[in-house]
């Protein structure tokens, strides 16, 4: 299996602009989760989708932040307009199942700079 | 509401010597819970969990974790440090509802000296 895959690995962006963040889940897993990871605030969960369908978008910072999965093989973060604050390292994961025991998948990330 | 705790920001220890990396944690359920690296400029990979089955909890890499209820603790050991093992280590603790009740420590960098 090729785990969890994200594109791009690296962004640099200018404020103001938009940026679309990508995720292909495990084939077969049916929950999805982004976090996002700085030095600050450590690991944040911005949103997790079961099923295609958002669960919990309490930790979407703004309304900027937007987030659709759909179908079961992919799911974009969008962040529109950017703003230097955002930079951070943004990761996505998905588990077999909706329970919290199965455990996380993680991408490698994608790392964004918002200048 | 739960809550976990690790111990150290960092652990130096010498290559070929045991690792301990501490994690306690609170909750008000029978909690599942995982230990996760991550390598620099890398994503999280899950090294062990533990649900309720034994406490003693083997992993990758020939880590493992033991469960401590009494202690409400769950540490990570090795017996034997490898220059690869450097890195940051999470623990997490669940709150045995749905995927999203996952809490994260704070991280352990362990840094292994030559």
């Known amino acids: 299996d090729a785990g969890v895959i994200q594109s791009p690995r690296h962004e640099v962006t200018e404020m103001g602009q938009e940026v679309t963040l990508r995720c292909k889940p495990i084939s077969g897993h049916n929950s999805l989760f982004w976090y996002r990871q700085t030095m600050m605030r450590g690991l944040e969960l911005l949103i997790y989708f079961n099923n295609n369908v958002p669960i919990d978008d309490s930790g979407m910072p703004e309304d900027r932040f937007s987030a659709k999965m759909p179908n079961a093989s992919f799911s974009t973060l969008k962040i529109q307009p950017s703003e230097p604050r955002d930079s951070a390292v943004y990761f996505c994961?998905?588990?077999?199942?909706?329970?919290?025991?199965?455990?996380?998948?993680f991408g490698p990330g994608t790392r964004l700079t918002v200048t | 509401a739960q809550s976990v705790t690790q111990l150290d920001s960092h652990v130096s220890v010498s290559e070929g010597t045991p690792v301990l990396l501490r994690c306690n944690y609170s909750s008000s359920y029978s909690p599942s819970l995982f230990w996760y690296v991550q390598h620099p400029n890398k994503g999280l990979q899950l090294l062990l969990k533990?649900?309720?089955?034994?406490?003693l909890v083997k992993g990758i890499n020939g880590f493992e974790a033991e469960f401590k209820k009494s202690e409400t603790s769950f540490h990570l050991t090795k017996p034997s440090a490898h220059m690869s093992d450097a890195a940051e280590y999470f623990c997490?603790?669940?709150?045995?509802?749905?995927?999203?009740?996952?809490?994260f420590g704070k991280g352990t960098h362990l840094i292994i000296q030559p």
């Open positions: 994961a998905s588990s077999l199942g909706a329970g919290s025991g199965w455990g996380l998948h």
């Open positions: 997490v603790v669940s709150d045995g509802g749905g995927a999203d009740g996952l809490t």
């Open positions: 533990y649900t309720s089955a034994a406490t």
